[in-house]
């Protein structure tokens, strides 16, 4: 079963509250996404430590339910 866009902002929202979110199904099957996600939460981060903490937010789902994300991620400038 795949996970639904929405239901993948929810997650990070959750996490990390202040984000702005934008998740792209790349493949069209619910699979394969990209996001970008901005939080004041990654400042001073490194961009591994950032990804971290969006799968973190995830919940374990990926590599079950969601099989990919491409991640951008970033503190607000």
């Known amino acids: 079963m795949a996970m639904e866009a929405h ?3 929810r997650l990070i929202k959750l ?3 202040d984000a702005t979110i934008e998740i792209r199904d790349l493949a ?3 699979d394969h996404y990209a996001a970008t ?3 004041s939460a990654f400042t001073g981060k490194t961009r591994v430590a950032q990804h ?3 799968y973190d937010a ?3 789902q990926m590599g079950g339910v969601l099989h990919a994300l491409a991640l951008q991620t970033s503190a607000p400038k």
Do not use: F, R, T
């Open 7 to 9: 239901e993948i902002e």
């Open 15 to 17: 996490a990390l509250p």
């Open 28 to 30: 069209g099957d619910g």
């Open 37 to 39: 996600v901005v939080s």
């Open 52 to 54: 971290k903490m969006v």
């Open 58 to 60: 995830l919940g374990g």
